[in-house]
């Protein structure tokens, strides 16, 4: 289809070209130019083989809208980009509002058949009533988790039929367990079951084979959901060794495409950042130099990806000797949670509170991000000695790379201490895209602007 569509738009936009002449930027033509045939074979080749290599045709990566939006556009752009580099060595004399306004059409035409295909299928679905129908064994932790992704994700379209459960005490508190796990021949038949999904705790695995056996002559998927959700995993993934089916347990949070897209971003955005800002980084230096003496830049070890440690760069905004007073300003709430910054420290300098204020503080980060070790937007780094507190769902937060913001920080900043919030961290690991990235960026400079928890 996508084929098809990249050699109508070529050709569609070829035969309206001599009525775009009125546009003020484009020139009066009156025929259509004629294009090398040459032109119908590669332009759709290089279109599709971009959008293959950036898993378009992945459909699960692309189970949600916006996600197969989102790869749908990043690969046009470079498709864009990489067919007017072809054409500026090949077919130079190629028009380039043609080309301007092909590429646009391609584009959009490519979300319209897949906006009417994603309709059809649907309708065809409900129409029918072939909705999938899912029993989840299993109405623990594990099976609560099922339950709640489903309800989280409505566009997958599926249909929960119930749990099954050998506690009494739940099957009288929870009206959707239909009953315990042996029942599970009669509530297949009975509720015309399509999936079960078997989300025991560990110590329950040993029913797993007795429930496949009893289901084996029905015509019904089986799958088995790992009791993985307590451990400090942000995802796991099943891959294949040797011929060997193996579970990752410690699987990256971003797919190798994604990475490659965050990094280029990075670069990309820190390399231009750095023109203007590296002239107001040497006025900041020169007035702590002038006011507060040497050193200019204050280094910390701090926790990264992974859990590896790194040091981060920061403009110095307290006393020289601040480490060594630090537990005389960390306090524990009436929680008992410890809070180890605090409004009014009386260790951070006139002109620190002044760079504080305005984030200056934080412009040495942008060599961290150069060296690979800090990413634009991610979770806050933490203190060593912070983490070594956390609890192990908090330290999914190292599934991604650290950043200079993040949604933890335009969403209170110090006036939530992060290592209290890690779970604004988790809520973008979950909805990880770039668009988020630059979403959370275009309004860091307004949190910033506002000055907000700024201390």
Request: hydrophobic share 45%.
């Amino acid at each position: 289809m996508d084929l098809g569509v990249v050699n109508f738009s070529l050709w569609g936009i070829n035969q309206i070209r001599p009525y775009l002449g009125g546009l003020s930027f484009t020139k009066a033509v009156s025929v259509s130019p004629v294009l090398p045939i040459s032109m119908y074979l590669f332009f759709p080749l290089v279109w599709v083989s971009i959008m293959i290599f950036s898993s378009v045709y992945d459909g699960r990566k692309n189970l949600r809208v916006v996600e197969e939006f989102t790869n749908l556009t990043l690969s046009s752009l470079l498709a864009g980009i990489a067919l007017a580099g072809i054409l500026f060595f090949t077919y130079r004399e190629t028009s380039r509002v043609t080309f301007l306004f092909f590429t646009i059409a391609t584009y959009l035409l490519m979300i319209v058949w897949r906006i009417i295909i994603r309709i059809l299928y649907r309708r065809r679905y409900t129409v029918r009533g072939r909705i999938p129908r899912i029993l989840i064994v299993g109405a623990g932790l594990v099976g609560q988790e099922v339950k709640t992704r489903i309800d989280e994700n409505p566009h997958l379209n599926v249909s929960l039929a119930g749990f099954l459960d050998d506690d009494e005490q739940k099957r009288t508190q929870n009206s959707m367990i239909l009953g315990d796990v042996n029942s599970i021949r009669a509530v297949v038949k009975q509720k015309k079951v399509t999936d079960v999904i078997i989300a025991l705790p560990t110590r329950a695995f040993a029913k797993i084979s007795d429930i496949v056996k009893t289901l084996e002559d029905r015509a019904i998927k089986v799958w088995v959901v790992p009791d993985y959700f307590s451990l400090s995993l942000h995802h796991a993934e099943m891959e294949n060794f040797i011929g060997l089916p193996l579970l990752d347990l410690r699987a990256a949070a971003l797919s190798e495409y994604q990475r490659i897209i965050k990094r280029v971003f990075d670069l990309s955005f820190t390399i231009l950042i750095l023109i203007p800002v590296l002239p107001v980084m040497c006025i900041v230096a020169m007035a702590i130099w002038i006011f507060d003496g040497w050193p200019i830049l204050y280094t910390q070890k701090r926790v990264g990806e992974n859990g590896r440690l790194f040091k981060i760069y920061k403009f110095r905004t307290m006393v020289i000797n601040a480490e060594n007073l630090q537990k005389d300003v960390e306090k524990v709430n009436d929680q008992g949670e410890l809070i180890h910054k605090i409004k009014n420290d009386p260790r951070i300098t006139r002109l620190g509170r002044l760079l504080r204020r305005l984030s200056l503080d934080e412009f040495p980060q942008f060599f961290n991000v150069l060296r690979g070790n800090m990413s634009l937007v991610g979770p806050r780094p933490e203190l060593p000695y912070l983490v070594e507190q956390y609890k192990s769902w908090q330290r999914k937060r190292f599934a991604v790379p650290q950043g200079m913001t993040g949604w933890w920080q335009i969403n209170g900043r110090s006036d939530k201490p992060m290592h209290l919030h890690t779970e604004d961290d988790q809520y973008y690991i979950q909805n990880y895209s770039i668009w988020l990235d630059i979403r959370i960026l275009l309004q860091t400079v307004w949190i910033i602007i506002r000055g907000k928890g700024a201390y």
